[in-house]
């Protein structure tokens, strides 16, 4: 028996939301994770009752990632100055910043593995790839941020 989608959005919006950062960042992730909700609203009466409804939104929110990151790049904004690249890490840095300076596929499986909880295998699906690469890369990923959060 399915619950209402209230209830969908009270258990499970906490860690659509983590996803949501850690692979857009703190600026995009609440219309990422509102269109994740309204996605899955429409949806939700469709869904078998015995789905993972928790793996079923971290995929969701997996494909408006992509969309936000995709009209990103079609929108490029106009800046004075060109960023510089190879910033070291600030001495004290957020998280979510930490976790947006990961390539993509270690961002995603951290966000996957790491904050929404899902197996390797559901990673591996999400992701495209092998679950073994899945597990390699959120790996490498939480020692690139164990190494960028605890410098030497």
Not at 137 to 147: I, Q, T, Y
């Amino acid at each position: 028996m399915k619950h209402p989608f209230e209830r969908v959005v009270q258990q499970h919006g906490a860690t659509v939301l983590r996803v949501c950062r850690a692979v857009l960042g703190v600026q995009d992730a609440d219309d990422a994770w509102s269109e994740t909700f309204l996605a899955a609203l429409r949806a939700y009466p469709s869904l078998p009752d015995d789905a993972n409804v928790e793996a079923w939104l971290v995929t969701i929110a997996h494909r408006k990632a992509i969309d936000v990151i995709r009209a990103r790049e079609r929108a490029p904004l106009p800046v004075a100055e060109l960023p510089s690249t190879g910033v070291a890490p600030a001495k004290d840095p957020d998280l979510w910043a930490l976790v947006a300076t990961l390539p993509d596929r270690q961002r995603q499986a951290v966000a996957y593995h790491f904050f929404a909880g899902l197996p390797h295998s559901e990673v591996a699906a999400i992701v495209g790839c092998s679950p073994d690469a899945a597990r390699r890369a959120s790996s490498d990923g939480v020692a690139a941020l164990r190494a960028k959060w605890f410098p030497p």
